[in-house]
Structure formats: C-alpha cells, structure tokens
C-alpha cells in the first residue's frame, strides 16, 4: 500500500491524542477564503455551528474543521481551535474584529477509556500547534483514538478504528483528499467486500453486522440494545484545491457520502453520527453554471467518494 498524497495547497491537519484516556480531536486548517459546506447523514449526530455551512447561509466557508472524541463534551475543544485562530488574525471579518468559524463533529469514545476525560480547549490549541501541511498520523490517534467498528455484539467484540487519510491527483493538476475517522456501528469492508473490521466471533473470526442484525429479535432487551449501539459514527473532511463555490462544496459534500455507503455496512443508521465535510481553497473563479460545470462536479464527487471510502479503510487498516 503506497503512501498517499500530501495534502492539497494551503491546508494542514493537526491532532491531539491522549492515549491512555482513549480520547483526541484532529483539526483541519484550510487557506483563508476557502470555500465550504457539510452533508448530515446519520440519525444521531453531535455537531457545533454547521449551519453556517448550509448553501443559505452568508459565510463562504469555515475557519477550521473539528473532528473530535468526547461525544457532545467534546464540542468544548472548539473554543481552543477558536481561540488559536484568533491569535493569528484568521477568522471572518467583522466591526469587532475576526471571528474564528469552527464547525465540529464528534464521535462517541466515552466507553473505551476514562469517560471522564474528554478533548476540551487545550487539546483543540494543542491540535492546531501541532498542525501541518503533510500526510497526517494515521490509525488510533487524534479524534480516531478511542474508535471502534462493527459493535453489535459490543465493544468489548469490536474491532478497532481510527483516522485514515486518502488522496487522488486529477489529470488536471487538483488534489482531491479526505480524512475520516472511522467509528461506525457498521462494519468496514474492503474493495472487494472482503471485512476488515466488524464485530468477532468466538473463535475471533469476523462476523457480517448485516447478517447478524437479520436473525436478532426485533426488540432486544434494553440493556443488550444500548449496549450494541451506544456511540457510533463516521466522519469525514474532504480537501480540494480546486475552485468550488459553496454550493458546489455542498453538491461534493453530498456525492462523497457515497463512499461513506461503500466502505460501511450498514451506514447511515440511526445510532451512527455521520457527516461529511468539503473545503476547497482554489483561488481560480470557478466555472460558469452549465454542462460543463455540472461535469466538473460530477467529476470531483466522484472522486471524493472514492477518497472517503479509502479513507475509511485506511483508517481500520492502519488501527489494526
């Protein structure tokens, strides 16, 4: 498996990882006037100010991107990603000076380590001073830390996650890469369908959440039910150098879910946080609404779903 990409111009990630609590957050930096916007697919996702990423809202993009453990009490790691922008001038402009937007995802990872513990303010500074502009860590660091797949027979006969990063160069000179933290209830599978992470059974072999699911009773015990899905999500940041518009991050946003759909089974469920991210710095106007803007982005979402789902399972193969 050969190294991917380094990341697109102007952007860098950064993580911050406590190994022992199971817990960490990544950021995303992109270049100043970057363009973006987000795709909420899962039914129980834990977010901060993604409406500014909607194609109705006013702002043209965010300041930074947050994945990060901790569930909801993670959502606090934000206020250190703001304030580390602010400190370098970078935010959107208003009459009282910049301010920082720093839309966050998280995942659950309050039951694989100390619960207690969870990314706050410093670890959110400490992921943007450690950010930069190069193929990321990989496997059970950052956001990815506390990650498990396939939990339907539960944690504790889950397979382990973690971030995972993929790049494509375009014929045209763009770059289009994603990093993901894979945290799902489904399991992940490879391009052949082949598992590579999913629940175990006895004898440790991989099992198919799928086919499992099918020969459950319809309504489980409570305790047996919160214990298969508590806490479960995939998230993903695509980055593109290309030029995009808002709504056009939005249309790629979207499109890159797919992979999501690829790489998971079962995705999208009520119990998994999924969101996908789009950012694109390209500087170039981008082109004028017509057929061949409409190819231009069927062409780049095809592409970021294929980013997605090798991210996806870069991530379990790295972790494991």
């Given amino acids: 498996m050969t190294d991917p990409l380094p990341l697109p111009d102007g952007f860098q990630i950064g993580h911050w990882t406590d190994a022992r609590a199971r817990t960490g957050c990544t950021v995303v930096i992109p270049a100043p006037g970057t363009r973006g916007s987000v795709d909420v697919r899962g039914g129980g996702t834990g977010t901060r100010e993604i409406e500014p990423l909607s194609p109705l809202a006013n702002a043209e993009g965010p300041t930074a991107v947050l994945l990060t453990g901790g569930s909801a009490f993670g959502l606090g790691a934000a206020d250190g990603v703001a304030l580390w922008l602010e400190e370098r001038g970078l935010g959107r402009p208003t009459p009282a000076g910049m301010v920082p937007l720093v839309p966050t995802a998280v995942v659950f990872d309050l039951v694989e380590g100390d619960a207690g513990t969870r990314p706050g303010p410093d670890a959110g500074y400490a992921a943007c001073e450690s950010a930069a502009a190069a193929v990321p860590e990989r496997g ?65 072999e991989l099992l198919r959440t799928a086919e499992l699911v099918a020969e459950m009773p319809q309504r489980p015990e409570l305790p047996h039910l919160s214990a298969r899905t508590a806490g479960n999500t995939t998230l993903a940041c695509v980055c593109t150098d290309a030029s995009l518009d808002k709504r056009s991050c939005a249309i790629i946003a ?16 009520p119990v998994d946080g999924d969101v996908v991210f789009c950012l694109a710095s390209g500087s170039e106007p981008p082109a004028p609404p017509g057929l061949a803007a409409s190819w231009a982005l069927t062409m780049l979402g095809t592409v970021a779903a294929t980013v997605t789902a090798a991210a996806i399972r870069d991530a379990v193969r790295r972790a494991n």
């Fill in 254 to 269: 979207r499109m890159a879910s797919a992979g999501i759909a690829r790489a998971v089974n079962p995705a999208f469920t």
């Fill in 140 to 204: 059970p660091v950052g956001a990815g830390t506390g990650a498990a797949v396939g939990k339907v027979l539960g944690h504790d006969r889950a397979t382990r996650g973690g971030v995972g990063y993929a790049t494509t160069a375009l014929r045209s000179g763009e770059i289009v890469a994603a990093i993901a933290i894979a945290n799902a209830f489904g399991d992940v599978v490879g391009e052949d369908g082949e598992l590579l992470g999913a629940p175990r059974g006895e004898r440790g």
